[in-house]
């Protein structure tokens, strides 16, 4: 992972101000402290996560993938940006979170965030059976392709306009360890590997 700008990762249980959340959401970021240049996140349950800080000219300054087991509290420290406003955008399998940093002089001010939520297909496993639900995300006809742990094409099928297909794959009989499912639809892809 890129760490373009040498930020101060430090943990700190500090009384919190400030407060811009996401709906529902289970990622909330803050300013610690009043009259600081610190941004603090605090996740609420176990979640995956990509964490990427642009500057205003859209350059990428700082590039993480966080993955939490139960309530995680990180802090970033900002002071050695120059002043100026950037963008922190958090992304899990489910919304994209945006938020706008404006670094004056004093502090950091962060702004209510832009919530944009992904309609994903759903992969179930249990036991020996994969369910893929389109969940409605697709649009137009769709294709599932399914790769083995060596890029060898298994299985492909085309469904027709019905975006809420729903199939059920038994992988009883594979000798694969691993099943990547490619679903492409209206110019969009998706992908998921499953172990097996």
Not at 19 to 27: G, K, P
Not at 35 to 43: L, M, Q, R
Not at 79 to 92: A, D, F, I, R, V
Request: proline fraction near 2%; glycine fraction near 4%; hydrophobic fraction near 40%.
């Amino acid at each position: 992972m890129r760490k373009l700008l040498g930020f101060s990762l430090v943990i700190l249980t500090v009384f919190m101000a400030n407060v811009a959340m996401a709906d529902d959401m289970e990622l909330l970021v803050r300013v610690a402290k009043e009259n600081s240049k610190w941004v603090s996140f605090i996740t609420s349950d176990a979640k995956e996560f990509d964490v990427t800080l642009y500057a205003a000219d859209e350059e990428v300054l700082y590039q993480d993938r966080i993955k939490t087991v139960g309530n995680k509290f990180q802090t970033y420290d900002l002071s050695s940006l120059p002043l100026g406003t950037y963008q922190l955008k958090m992304e899990s399998e489910s919304k994209e979170i945006t938020y706008q940093i404006e670094i004056n002089e004093e502090n950091a001010v962060l702004s209510q965030p832009t919530v944009v939520e992904f309609k994903r297909p759903v992969f179930l496993k249990e036991d020996n059976l994969i369910t893929l639900d389109l969940n409605g995300a697709c649009a137009g006809p769709v294709e599932v392709l399914i790769y083995n742990e060596y890029n060898e094409k298994l299985h492909e099928e085309v469904y027709g306009e019905n975006t809420k297909v729903s199939k059920k794959f038994d992988v009883s009989k594979t000798t694969s360890r691993e099943l990547t499912f490619l679903v492409r639809s209206a110019g969009q892809e998706y992908s998921e590997t499953i172990k097996l």
